[in-house]
């Protein structure tokens, strides 16, 4: 039996955060960073059957091309990611009014669509990344057992060893995406790559303002490193812990993200939502037919 320190339950029975009951989410999540891209793809539903929010965790879960879906919005970082898979796993695959773990597990499928920064020349803004790897310079992961089980030891070894990577940050991990989801996304407009999960916008991800970088050729080093033919080609926030929970948990993962900055090319989309929206309508679709 689960104690109540350890899994937390508000007064109705839901999980704490995302204040959801098992009947309220179906088998296909989409996961976004912002709240208001959650209103966002909701309106392109048929109908909406029901609606939460608790801080920065909103949940819709309604109809489209007859399919039922639910959209939760994270929140900014891998730590929110850690929060949201492990209760959304709870509802599933742990029994609340008994709390004991069930004989039968389910496995969720699990699209996160984002934002992101190319750091390819050759990979433009507007374009659309799909992650066949991610990379996590969280951490996050290494605090669970067994991680080394679920990741790509070679990928991380070969990109320590390139960037000389320094032992004051967090040690790097490397999670694949779920196989069963990146087979819908073969369309060439969709680019495969390597996306690398921050800990933050500006230091952790290269930008300089009043404070100086403690690693100032990271990205460079970043940019340059080839491993078994695969580039590294974006950044963003939150993959590697939705690919690394997943694949411990027994769910499916993957991350869908527009390009709106170019980190090598020093361009941008600020006026990016007509693009966002071509994107959500573009997963929505593969996702339900």
Request: with cysteine; glycine share 6%.
């Amino acid at each position: 039996m689960l104690k109540h320190s350890e899994l937390i339950l508000n007064k109705n029975g839901s999980v704490f955060h995302l204040h959801l009951m098992p009947e309220n989410i179906s088998g296909k999540i989409i996961l976004v960073g912002d709240p208001g891209r959650v209103n966002e793809i909701a309106s392109l539903f048929s109908n909406i059957e029901f609606e939460v929010q608790n801080r920065e965790f909103k949940t819709v879960t309604g109809y489209y091309n007859n399919t039922r879906l639910t959209v939760i919005s994270t929140g900014i970082g891998t730590d929110n990611i850690d929060i949201v898979l492990n209760e959304l796993d709870a509802l599933v695959n742990i029994d609340l009014e008994k709390r004991e773990i069930k004989k039968e597990l389910k496995s969720l499928d699990i699209v996160r669509i984002g934002t992101s920064g190319s750091l390819q020349s050759d990979i433009p803004v507007n374009a659309f990344v799909v992650s066949k790897k991610s990379i996590g310079f969280d951490g996050m992961l290494n605090f669970y057992a067994n991680r080394e089980n679920y990741c790509d030891l070679l990928f991380e070894k070969a990109f320590k060893h390139f960037t000389n990577w320094d032992d004051s940050l967090p040690t790097p991990y490397v999670v694949d995406a779920s196989e069963k989801l990146l087979s819908k996304f073969h369309d060439k407009e969709f680019i495969k790559g390597t996306t690398i999960s921050a800990p933050g916008f500006y230091g952790p991800q290269g930008r300089e303002l009043r404070l100086k970088l403690a690693f100032p050729e990271l990205n460079k080093k970043v940019e340059y490193f080839s491993f078994d033919n695969m580039k590294i080609t974006n950044f963003e926030m939150e993959s590697s812990a939705i690919y690394g929970l997943s694949k411990m948990l027994g769910h499916n993962a993957l991350t869908v993200c527009l390009i709106i900055a170019n980190r090598v090319s020093l361009t941008a989309n600020e006026n990016y939502r007509d693009e966002i929206k071509k994107l959500i309508i573009a997963v929505l679709n593969k996702l339900t037919n």
